[in-house]
Structure formats: structure tokens, C-alpha cells
Nanobody, 128 residues
């Protein structure tokens, strides 16, 4: 198994920026497709972004395109989510997730059920 630990959440003014990190411990990191999901109070967990094991491909939810950027540093076994132009609706607990199949398909990486490993989450709060 792999253990995922998110960090970087906090309280940010609307329009501000934040960078979340997810460090992986255990199995080799570069075999995993990585995803970011978020869950706001009273809502279901939703897809935010995903990145191929190599970092060569990325995808984003329509609600965050142009504002969020997912990157990874396989040497550091870490995936990042740069969040810009924060909106109140971005407030949520953000989770990172890992899948080991090395399949890159929207059919799979946009679905939370596809990921086998999850972090504990980091809280992003947006003030207005």
C-alpha cells in the first residue's frame, strides 16, 4: 500500500491563491496516476484534477479549469495542486488519491471509486 498525506490548506481571501501538497509514502510513486478531489459540507465528493503517472497528461473539472494546476514531482513523491483565483465555492476538504493501474482514461480517473488510496484531506476555507 501507499500512504498519502495532504498539507497546505488554510484560510484565504476570495481571489487569493493556495498550493496544496500530497506526499506519498510506501510504494514507488511514479507508478501511480494521482487525483485531487474535494468535498464541501453537505455535498458529495467531486473530481477536481488528475495527472498521469509520468506527469505528461492532466485533466480538470470544468469548474476549476484555468484556475487550478496539478503537477507532480516524482523524485519527491509529491503531487501538488496550485489553486488561483479562489472562489467561495472552492471551500472544501481537499483529498488526494492514487491509482496503480497506469490506465489514463476519463472513464476512470474522474471517478472516486477508481482510486485505491486516499489521504486524510486538508481544509481549504475561503473568506469573502
Amino acid at each position: 500500500q501507499v500512504q498519502l498525506v495532504e498539507s497546505g490548506g488554510g484560510l484565504v481571501q476570495a481571489g487569493g491563491s493556495l498550493r496544496l501538497s500530497c506526499a506519498a509514502f510506501g510504494r514507488p510513486f511514479n507508478i501511480y496516476t494521482m487525483g485531487w478531489f474535494r468535498q464541501a459540507p453537505g455535498k458529495e465528493r467531486e473530481f477536481v484534477a488528475a495527472i498521469l503517472w509520468s506527469g505528461g497528461s492532466t485533466d480538470y473539472a470544468d469548474s476549476v479549469k484555468g484556475r487550478f494546476t496539478i503537477t507532480r514531482d516524482n523524485a519527491r513523491s509529491t503531487v501538488y495542486l496550485q489553486i488561483n483565483s479562489l472562489k467561495p465555492e472552492d471551500a472544501a476538504v481537499y483529498y488526494c488519491a492514487a491509482d496503480q493501474t497506469r490506465v489514463w482514461s476519463k472513464t476512470y480517473y474522474m471517478r472516486s471509486s477508481w482510486y485505491g488510496y486516499w489521504g486524510q484531506g486538508t481544509q481549504v476555507t475561503v473568506s469573502s
